[in-house]
């Protein structure tokens, strides 16, 4: 018996490390249903499941992308036995922790045993955001391919390191075969890494000549690397995928690019060899995959590169200059050099939302500082550690105090206002809670670190659980009414589009199991295909005066001054459904009443019962041409 105790008590630290960091990833990074790219994952394996559906669907209609991965079959194939809402949830979940053991993995080969702990939890904790606009998040917490990819990517990573590289190779087929564009990805950094230990990798460039060849003789993909994107198809890329461009990049995204190289130089210079060599290998891979992208796409505008999208090599970069600042923070700490690490922190703070360039200065000062505080006195230093501490513990007062009035103003309904998140999403608190969770628990006697565990953790984890699916309205009603065809009361063709206002995707593919006819998601593949691209901005203009007005009513109800009979003009239901060069949808769904009589209703019901209810109204594009003809 003592013996079982004593193990015990040798594995009750790494597991409450552990729980803790399941904690902070259950809360920080919440199911929000089928959402994002997700939805186009789904969409994909509804087509290869029902072509005969979907097959004229606009994403789908002139060849879509999935033909690059395995995950649609994989998915298609799960369909047909597990409920998609259920199949799409713990998929998300086994994706998430996932790849959070992945980075465990791979941070534990890379780092010291305390260090990368710190490291993890930055991983966890820090905005995992990277790319235009925050579009894309490694880690995501929604169903895709992309977090099993970069999963494979990282242990690979460690692999490599290891020097167990037909392991690591066999891992970045994996993740090939999941989501080529993370692997290519993260490839430009690993074939820098490879090359700065054994300058014999650059033998790797000789793949260009088949590649030039495959382009040469026309097979698929290739091809593309020879063609310009001409204005028309350009010009609907710029309006649709804007990201693919670094020209439309904005000042705040190269703000946390260069906050990313920053963080990287500083690391490998300061952190243990291993992951110093990474961070090397992703300032080489940063500009390769963003010179390449100015040059052949932004200049060149050539096809194929800009559907590589090699500033995707961010993603990796990004993960590891978050893991550089947990490995920076110990550092700092454990060398009792606290001004330091809160000027880390205070350029964190900074760069990830509390200002725009201001965190430059706090950077400046953290490089210099090793050298600047030894010129000091002692008591000047300890003057400045305390404003800089003043000044983050300031920063996290009126972050909490504006969150707490939004809160207040949503009647503290946390489905309305997400008090907790939003919390936790400042660095200073999110990261700053789970370190001090840290210290207390390093300092507690085995007596107080018994109780800390059954008092705290353990609850703790069974809330985290419990609060992970943070569903919205929409995906609670359409994820419970899933593949309900004549759920408005009538049965549609199988060949039917459907438009979905103001441009829905879940309501035609999810619910009704019909072929969508136009949504802005829709479009996010038009840059492997220019038939796509004209077919949307066809449809699109097809439908503008109607979403527009439907937009009008929708701003009239926000702002209190909605009437009844808010509908869609007669002119402008010609337009979205008369014939003509543009076909138009067989369909409409509209949350307006029209005069011209719907075919059917159905009153939505959150299955939560947090929101009000509503209703939706089915129109046929036909009849309603045949009324308005007829008057």
């Known amino acids: 018996m003592t013996t079982s105790y004593a193990q015990i008590d040798r594995w009750r630290t790494p597991i409450a490390g552990g729980l803790l960091g399941v904690i902070m990833v259950l809360l920080l990074h919440r199911y929000v249903g089928i959402n994002h790219d997700s939805i186009l994952y789904l969409g994909q394996a509804l087509a290869q499941r029902w072509p005969q559906i979907f097959g004229q669907d606009l994403f789908f209609v002139h060849g879509s992308q999935d033909r690059y991965s395995i995950a649609p079959w994989l998915l298609s194939e799960a369909v047909g036995i597990i409920n998609p809402p259920m ?3 713990w998929g998300s979940a086994v994706g998430l922790l996932g790849f959070f053991l992945a980075g465990w993995y791979c941070l534990r080969v890379l780092l010291p045993a305390d260090q990368r702990y710190w490291a993890w939890l930055a991983t966890i904790c820090l905005p995992p955001v990277y790319g235009m606009t925050q579009l894309f998040s490694y880690g995501e917490k929604f169903l895709t391919p992309r977090p099993f ?5 990282l242990v690979s990573i460690a692999f490599f390191t290891h020097k167990r590289t037909w392991l690591a190779l066999l891992c970045l087929g994996l993740a090939c075969i999941l989501h080529p564009l993370q ?5 430009l950094i690993i074939w820098p890494w490879l090359v700065i230990r054994d300058r014999r990798w650059l033998h790797a460039c000789w793949l260009g000549i088949p590649i ?3 382009a040469y003789i026309g097979v698929k993909p290739f091809p593309d690397l020879y063609v310009r994107i001409d204005p028309t198809w350009l010009y609907n890329l710029y309006d649709a995928t804007p990201q693919l461009f670094l020209s439309k990049w904005g000042l705040a995204d ?9 963080l990287l130089i500083i690391a490998q210079r300061i952190l243990p060899l291993d992951f110093a060599r ?17 040059l052949l796409v932004d200049s060149l505008h050539l096809a194929l590169p800009a559907a590589l999208q090699l500033w995707r090599v961010h993603w990796l970069a990004h993960w590891l200059s978050i893991a550089a600042i947990g490995g920076l923070f110990f550092y700092d700490i454990h060398a009792k050099n606290f001004s330091r690490a809160l000027l880390l922190a205070l350029a964190a703070t900074f760069a990830w939302g509390e200002g725009t360039w201001e965190w430059c200065a706090f950077a400046m000062l953290y490089a210099v500082w090793p050298r600047l505080h030894h010129r000091l006195p002692s008591n000047v230093t300890k003057l400045i550690g305390i404003l800089l501490g003043s000044l983050v513990l300031l920063l996290s007062i009126e972050h909490t105090a504006l969150q707490l009035t939004g809160f207040k103003n949503a009647g503290y309904q946390l489905d309305l206002f997400p008090f907790d998140r939003l919390l936790l999403a400042f660095p200073a608190i999110g990261f700053g809670l789970p370190l001090l969770c840290v210290f207390l628990w390093n300092r507690s006697t085995d007596g107080w670190q018994k109780i800390l565990f059954l008092s705290c953790l353990i609850p703790l984890t069974i809330l985290s659980c419990w609060c992970w699916d943070s569903r919205g309205l929409a995906n609670r009603v359409f994820e419970s009414n899933v593949f309900k065809p004549s759920i408005f009361g009538i049965m549609l063709p199988e060949n039917a589009q459907v438009f979905w206002y103001p441009g829905s995707i879940m309501g035609p593919w999810l619910v009704l199991q019909r072929a969508n006819y136009f949504s802005p998601g829709q479009v996010a593949g038009e840059i492997f295909s220019r038939e796509t691209a004209i077919d949307a901005r066809g449809r699109i203009e097809k439908l503008r005066p109607l979403i527009e007005q439907g937009l009008g009513c929708d701003q009239a109800r926000l702002a209190g001054t909605y009437h009844r009979d808010c509908a869609i003009s007669p002119g402008n239901l010609r337009i979205a459904c008369e014939p003509g060069p543009v076909p138009p949808p067989d369909f409409l769904v509209l949350p307006y009443q ?12 959150d299955p939560a019962g947090l929101q009000s209810d509503s209703k939706l109204y089915l129109y046929k594009c036909s009849d309603l041409v045949a009324s308005l003809t007829s008057k």
């Open 149 to 153: 990819s970069e999963a494979l990517c």
């Open 254 to 262: 190269f703000n946390n690019l260069l906050f990313d190289v920053f």
């Open 594 to 605: 029209q005069p011209q009589g719907a075919i059917g209703t159905w009153a939505l019901v």
């Open 87 to 89: 199949l799409f949830l």
């Open 183 to 187: 692997m290519l990805a993260a490839s």
């Open 212 to 214: 030039l060849f495959l």
């Open 278 to 294: 990474w961070c090397r290998a992703a300032l080489f891979g940063l500009v390769l995959g963003f010179a390449v992208t100015a």
